[in-house]
C-alpha cells in the first residue's frame, strides 16, 4: 500500500528555521516525483515545488523560489521542505504529493506550520 | 506568469449534473497540459480524482468524468449526490517539472 506520511504539526516564532517531512512507502520512492503544496488558511491548494528523488534534483514555484528549500533523502525514503527563517505568512497547512506522469496520485495527511511571536 | 483558471463556485441540484471548467489566462489547455483533478472536503487532505485529462483515480465513482471543452479541460458530475459538496482544483503541467493549481471551485448541492 503506497502512503506518504508527514511530519507533525509545528509552532514556531518569526526567524526560526523549520524542516518538515514526508516519508514514502509502499513503492519505489526513487522513481517518482515528490511535490510539496501549501494551503494558507482558509485559501486555496497552491503548488510550490517539487524533487526527483532519484537525482535530488529540485524545481520550484517563481512564487516560492529563494522562499523554500525541497530536498530528499533517498536512503530512507524521505523528502523535506525547509525554511531558513520563517515569517509569520509561512502560516499554512502544507502537503506532501506524488506524482505519476500524469499527476498526483497520493497525497500525505498535512503538516501544520504556526508561526508566531 | 501564467494563471489557471477556475469558476470560484458552482451550484447543482441533487441528481444533476455539473461541468466544472480549468482554463488558462493567455492560451488553451490541450492535452500536453496532463489535467487533473482534485477535490478537497474542509480539514481533510486533497483526494485525486482525475489524472491524465480523463483517468479516474482508484475508487472514484464512474460519475465522476474529466475531458477537454473547447479550449479547457472540464471536470463533469453525472447524479450530483450531496457528498459531492466540495471544492475542486485542477492542476495543469506546465513542463520541466512545473504544475500549477488552479484556484478551485466552491461545489454546493442544493
Keep these: 500500500e503506497v502512503q506518504l506520511v508527514q511530519s507533525g504539526a509545528e509552532v514556531k516564532k518569526p526567524g526560526e528555521s523549520l524542516k518538515i517531512s514526508c516519508k514514502g512507502s509502499g513503492y519505489s520512492f526513487t522513481n517518482y516525483w515528490i511535490g510539496w503544496v501549501r494551503q494558507m488558511p482558509g485559501k486555496g491548494l497552491e503548488w510550490m515545488g517539487i524533487i526527483y528523488p532519484g537525482d535530488s534534483d529540485p524545481r520550484y514555484s517563481p512564487s516560492f523560489q529563494g522562499q523554500v528549500t525541497i530536498s530528499a533523502d533517498k536512503s530512507i525514503s524521505t523528502a523535506y521542505l525547509e525554511w531558513s527563517s520563517l515569517k509569520a505568512s509561512d502560516t499554512a497547512m502544507y502537503y506532501c504529493a506524488r506524482r505519476n506522469t500524469y499527476g498526483y496520485d497520493f497525497w500525505g495527511q498535512g503538516t501544520l506550520v504556526t508561526v508566531s511571536s | ?110
Excluded: H
Design chain 2, 1 to 110: 506568469q501564467t494563471v489557471v483558471t477556475q469558476e470560484p463556485s458552482f451550484s447543482v441540484s441533487p441528481g444533476g449534473t455539473v461541468t466544472l471548467t480549468c482554463g488558462l489566462s493567455s492560451g488553451s489547455v490541450s492535452t500536453s497540459y496532463y489535467p487533473s483533478w482534485y477535490q478537497q472536503t474542509p480539514g481533510q487532505a486533497p483526494r485525486t480524482l482525475i489524472y491524465n485529462i480523463n483517468t479516474r483515480s482508484s475508487g472514484v465513482p464512474d460519475r465522476f468524468s474529466g475531458s477537454i471543452l473547447g479550449n479547457k479541460a472540464a471536470l463533469t458530475i453525472t447524479g450530483a449526490q450531496a457528498d459531492d459538496e466540495s471544492n475542486y482544483y485542477c492542476v495543469l503541467y506546465m513542463g520541466s517539472g512545473i504544475s500549477v493549481f488552479g484556484g478551485g471551485t466552491k461545489l454546493t448541492v442544493l
